[in-house]
């Protein structure tokens, strides 16, 4: 309808997959990367996460198109089965033949894996996907790592390929899923645009329409406002848009400003019904939230002579905290004034395994100390967008680029993203991260965090600095983060014995440096300086293969004092909570 009367041959923002309109941003990028290098990797999990319309299925028909012509794939769409359906879905999508009315874990198990041993001699790949996997039992889940045992000496003969939304995730992290969380060679969690994505991503839907070169139909402020309301999540994207451009028609209007948007996402999310409606009830449930917790409290102090912990610790005045103590990645030598994160605080506005030493407590922790009524996002979860400039600003007094993560070419400045499991690995780094969290209510979110004291995380928050338990970090926590460090003039990637150019003149100096020598111009990477990179990484804990790494050189500049490390953030943290 509305097409025709803007120029489009169809229209653009239709919710159905179309291929024609496949965009694929650096993130979905990404994810293929991590899927591809996953399915070729020998076996095992890979897994893949997402919130609902980041674009999963986008990144699985891509998959599907890249997997060469000798990959037999099974694919599962609806989860909700017990193991033995489990099994003969994936034995029927195969066309594996085994004894009707016979069907048991044995039978199918065993015919599958004659198919998988005949498959392997035949040198074909087996793939099993399963998709919206955050609804597969645990008993099912575990049967299906133990088809992970089946192998050769070589290999695993299956690959199996999890997608989900992102509570798979937490639901893997259970003790009793610790095997299978282990088995997982690459995984990735898909996260929503930011706003220049968001942009291209309109853009992009728009020209294989047929816009004419030179229109434009949605202003810069009115993508602006579709990012803030959809928060960069492609399926919403599409409806808004959608609606937006059919008020445009109906009003004659030849572009779409932030107006149309606000009444168009009014229209198809209710938005303004449900602001007014908020306004009526929840002072009321605020009170009902209040008197329960006060009874609980009350409760609390009758059973146990044990000191009740307040809000705000014990030692601190109404105007700042007590510094924090001295621990390997937070604090050093810098006084920080802290108070206790209250999830009571409002919200910040739109646009502005296992192992005892593991920090991130057990789901049945989590769920032991979780509220028992739903609490306000907690003021110390950001967008994507607006995370990323309090990473840059920790980091750089530079202006912040048009790209933080990933890092634009060249950047002197360079961004890791990475995943995993427990905060140990955070802790070694020793540098402020940018966690991937998930708002209450599902969005995709981040929170900048400065270091740990103990089981409390030093975050950023609206009010400042403030402390929050780990186990509250880690009930939001994806699994995802990422932090910058400066790299040397020059680098591009790993530098090992024969590497030239000025990157290795840098380490050579750093060494140098560290050692106490005088400095003299080495453009190759020579045998003496790989044995001398050896000795810092066995002195350091690292792998000692005398190759200059990622890893490598954030150690090195560290101990130099070079780095973009804990104390320096804090300094800067610092200065922000004067000028506030």
């Not at 294989?208 to 399926?235: M, N």
């Not at 059919?246 to 168009?264: S, T």
């Not at 110390?380 to 967008?385: D, E, G, K, Q």
């Not at 634009?408 to 955070?426: E, H, K, N, P």
Request: with cysteine.
């Amino acid at each position: 309808m509305y097409h025709q009367h803007f120029g489009l041959s169809d229209a653009p923002f239709s919710i159905a997959v179309n291929p024609r309109y496949l965009f694929m941003s650096q993130r979905h990028r990404d994810a293929l990367a991590h899927l591809l290098y996953g399915v070729g990797g020998g076996g095992g999990f890979i897994l893949l996460t997402g919130e609902v319309g980041t674009g999963k299925t986008t990144i699985n028909r891509c998959l599907l198109e890249q997997l060469p012509d000798t990959t037999d794939l099974a694919i599962i769409l609806n989860p909700a089965l017990s193991a033995v359906e489990l099994l003969a879905t994936a034995c029927d999508e195969l066309q594996i033949s085994y004894p009707e009315g016979a069907e048991s874990l044995k039978v199918l198990t065993d015919a599958l894996h004659r198919y998988l041993l005949d498959n392997h001699d035949a040198g074909r790949r087996t793939v099993l996907m399963i998709d919206e996997a955050q609804h597969l039992d645990f008993d099912v889940l575990e049967q299906i790592r133990l088809l992970t045992n089946l192998e050769t000496n070589d290999e695993k003969l299956l690959q199996i390929i999890l997608i989900g939304q992102p509570e798979l995730t937490e639901k893997l992290a259970r003790p009793e899923l610790r095997q299978l969380n282990q088995r997982i060679t690459a995984r990735y969690n898909l996260q929503p645009l930011d706003r220049g994505e968001t942009a291209a991503y309109i853009r992009h839907r728009l020209d294989i329409a047929g816009l004419k070169g030179g229109q434009t139909l949605f202003s810069d402020a009115a993508v602006k406002e579709v990012h803030r309301i959809t928060r960069g999540i492609p399926r919403l994207i599409n409806v808004l848009c959608d609606r937006s451009l059919l008020g445009a028609y109906g009003k004659k209007m030849a572009q779409v400003n932030p107006k149309l948007v606000k009444e168009a996402s009014s229209e198809v999310f209710g938005q303004e019904s449900q602001s007014n409606a908020s306004s009526v009830w929840l002072p009321a449930l605020a009170a009902v939230i209040v008197a329960i917790a006060l009874g609980l409290l009350a409760l609390r102090g009758a059973e146990t002579t044990e000191p009740e912990l307040a809000v705000v610790d014990s030692n601190q005045s109404e105007q700042g905290g007590s510094p924090l103590p001295a621990n390997p990645m937070s604090v050093g030598e810098v006084p920080v004034q802290l108070e206790r994160a209250s999830n009571n605080e409002p919200a910040p506005q739109p646009g502005g395994s296992d192992g005892g030493s593991s920090l991130k407590p057990t789901s049945a922790e989590l769920t032991a100390t979780s509220p028992s009524v739903p609490m306000p996002e907690p003021n110390w979860l950001f967008s994507a967008m607006d995370g990323e400039a309090l990473l840059w600003r920790v980091a750089s007094d530079l202006n912040q680029p048009t790209s933080v993560c990933p890092a634009l070419t060249g950047s002197a400045i360079q961004c890791t993203m990475t995943q995993t499991d427990v905060f140990d690995d955070i802790v070694g780094l020793g540098r402020p991260v940018l966690l991937e969290m998930v708002s209450p209510d599902r969005f995709s979110a981040t929170t900048l965090l400065l270091g740990f004291d103990g089981i409390e995380a030093l975050v950023w928050s609206d009010r400042g600095l403030v402390r929050v338990t780990a186990g509250e970090l880690a009930s939001a926590w994806s699994g995802g983060y990422r932090y910058l460090w400066r790299a040397p003039e020059g680098w591009d990637g790993a530098l090992s014995v024969g590497s030239l150019g000025a990157p290795v003149t840098s380490v050579a100096n750093m060494f140098a440096t560290l050692d106490g020598r005088e400095l003299r111009p080495q453009a190759v990477f020579s045998e003496l300086l790989a044995e001398r990179v050896r000795l810092f990484q066995e002195s350091e804990g690292l792998v000692a293969d005398g190759v200059v790494g990622e890893k490598t050189l954030l150690r090195l500049m560290d101990r130099l004092g070079e780095g973009l490390d804990q104390n320096r953030a804090l300094a800067r943290v610092q200065a922000w909570e004067v000028d506030r």
